[in-house]
């Protein structure tokens, strides 16, 4: 459904249409990292998603996680970030529905990555989320954010929920 998506996009004219297109750039790129990250999920593998956690932490509301308690919660089995990517006692879910991204990927017949912008005054598009859907399921965690720099995604808030 994307690249309809993009064709109405690019095919009607408006003064935003700049800010549009670099969104659709960059939803693109986040599609492919959605790619990347799912199978790194179903593979278990903590490492890969630590190497995208930036090395001044995540931002949470008005404060800051620092990567080492990030770090310990992706890789501790009880934890509920771990239990939200991987599965474990950390997360609970709604009776039938998965408490973990890996057991939705395991499960579903259909996933799909639904692209979405938020406001952030630091970016004039926004910050990139995604969230992997599928059909009369409940989503476990949180969206997942990026912010790109020096040519890499880094995630940022979004791992934990959080208010701002």
């Known amino acids: 459904m994307l690249p309809l998506v993009l064709a109405l996009t690019l095919a009607a004219p408006r003064p935003e249409a700049g800010l549009e297109q670099r969104r659709a ?3 693109k790129e986040i599609l492919q990292l959605a790619g990347r ?47 939200v990517f ?13 408490s973990s991204l890996k057991a939705l990927f395991a499960t579903a017949k259909e996933i799909a990555v639904l692209v979405a912008f938020r406001e952030d005054p630091r970016s004039e598009v926004g910050i990139p989320c995604f969230d992997y859907h599928a059909r009369d399921t ?5 969206p997942l954010c990026f912010e790109k720099h020096a040519g890499r995604w880094w995630f940022t808030q979004s791992l934990y929920p959080c208010s701002p």
């Not at 409940?138 to 949180?142: E, N, S, V």
């Open 25 to 27: 750039d960059i939803a």
């Open 37 to 83: 990250l799912q199978r790194e999920i179903e593979a278990g593998d903590v490492a890969a998603l630590l190497a995208r956690v930036p090395p001044g932490g995540l931002r949470c509301g008005g404060s800051i996680v620092p990567r080492t308690r990030v770090e310990r919660d992706l890789r501790a089995e009880g934890s509920w970030l771990h239990g």
């Open 86 to 98: 991987f599965g474990g006692p950390g997360a609970t879910a709604p009776k039938g529905q998965p």
């Open 138 to 142: 409940i989503t476990p965690g949180a």
